[in-house]
């Protein structure tokens, strides 16, 4: 079943403005939230993290929020550039045998 | 540069054929991941293991690949009778310990012609 869903699958937005990208899990357990960034023809970088002890975190112009109630998290990206345009993953770890679960993807497009 | 390293970048296979790859894990990092990206971008986990023992893995790789991550050996993996629907990008990545997020390594893609 899905463990971790993402939406949206593509994001297009103009230089500038802002990005959100939204998860949610299914597993209770889970209490480390790692996001990442795919370039074309490369492996996925982590970019930013969340554990369950925090709602928030923000690195220069990413901030991710995490809501354990309602299972959820984000990544929000302020003042896009063209070099933010990639493939955006989350995902949730903590549960037994130490898996981690991924998003589908959200293909982000920033237009100049 | 990335410090999980993954070889060979490209691979090419026929069906039938056997795919093997291996890949080296961060110095330190006990904990290794094996995914596969298929063209879609959506990652199949395959198979964990925590230093050499394995610690999950799906039916598909129980059944049709195997891997070992032997001490002071590269990690592998190993399609034993490749089809098409293998080809993909075959993703290693390590960590050090439960909860932490894994570094990947660049991947090998695998193609089964």
């Known amino acids: ?112 | 540069n990335s410090k999980v390293i993954q070889t060979p970048r490209y691979l090419v296979k026929g069906q039938g054929q056997k795919a093997k790859m291996r890949c080296i894990p961060e110095k330190g990092h006990p904990v290794v991941f094996w995914y596969q990206q298929n063209k879609n971008n959506e990652f199949k986990f395959l198979i964990n293991f925590q230093n050499q023992e394995v610690l999950q893995q799906i039916d598909m790789t129980e059944k049709r690949f195997s891997a070992e991550c032997p001490s002071n050996s590269p990690c592998s993996l190993e399609i034993q009778s490749s089809e098409a629907g293998d080809s993909a990008l075959y993703l290693c990545a390590s960590s050090r310990q439960n909860n932490q997020a894994p570094l990947f390594g660049e991947g090998t893609r695998l193609s089964v012609l």
């Open chain 1, 1 to 112: 079943g899905e463990q971790v869903e993402q939406l949206p699958s593509i994001l297009r937005v103009q230089e500038g403005s802002s990005a959100s990208i939204n998860c949610s899990y299914e597993d209770s357990a889970s209490n480390y939230f790692p996001w990442y960034k795919q370039e074309p023809g490369e492996n996925p970088k982590l970019i930013i993290d969340i554990r369950s002890n925090m709602e928030r975190k923000q690195i220069q112009e990413l901030i991710v929020l995490l809501d354990k109630k309602a299972k959820r998290f984000s990544l929000h990206i302020t003042d896009t550039q063209p070099g933010d345009s990639a493939m955006y993953f989350c995902a949730a770890m903590g549960g037994s045998n130490n898996r981690i679960f991924f998003g589908d993807g959200t293909q982000l497009v920033v237009k100049p």
